[in-house]
């Protein structure tokens, strides 16, 4: 199946910087869209960001212009460089994929196991 592998979590100060990582590794044959959720405690889960396969992105009206989703179609990885960030991005980051996996014909939604970001003085 395919597994989604996250990376760069951690703890910043207001105004500082992340850069996010996620890889769709397994058994596949493409990735379709890609992107970024994320769950603050108490808050329903919310899309971050997300960017097709074609470059297509949009962006949550919280981040625009404070993030930047890219990624490289052939290592099937997808990045969230988090910029200017304040305490209300605190929350716990989710990647998200639509891949088709080797043996179907369809994409289905796959998601990492989330990566922790706080922002705290």
């Known amino acids: 199946q395919v597994q989604l592998v996250e990376s760069g979590g951690g703890l910043v100060q207001p105004g500082g910087s992340l850069r996010l990582s996620c890889a769709a590794s397994?058994?596949?044959?493409?990735?379709?869209?890609m992107g970024w959720y994320r769950q603050a405690p108490g808050k329903q889960r919310e899309l971050v960001a997300l960017?097709?396969?074609?470059?297509?992105?949009t962006y949550a009206d919280s981040v625009k212009g404070r993030f930047t989703l890219s990624r490289d179609n052939a290592k099937n990885t997808v990045y969230l460089q988090m910029n200017s960030l304040k305490p209300e991005d605190t929350a716990v980051y989710f990647c998200n994929a639509g891949a088709q996996a080797l043996g179907t014909t369809y994409a289905s939604l796959f998601w990492g196991q989330g990566t922790q970001v706080t922002v705290s003085s």
């Open positions: 397994g058994s596949l044959i493409r990735v379709n869209a």
């Open positions: 960017l097709t396969r074609g470059g297509d992105t």
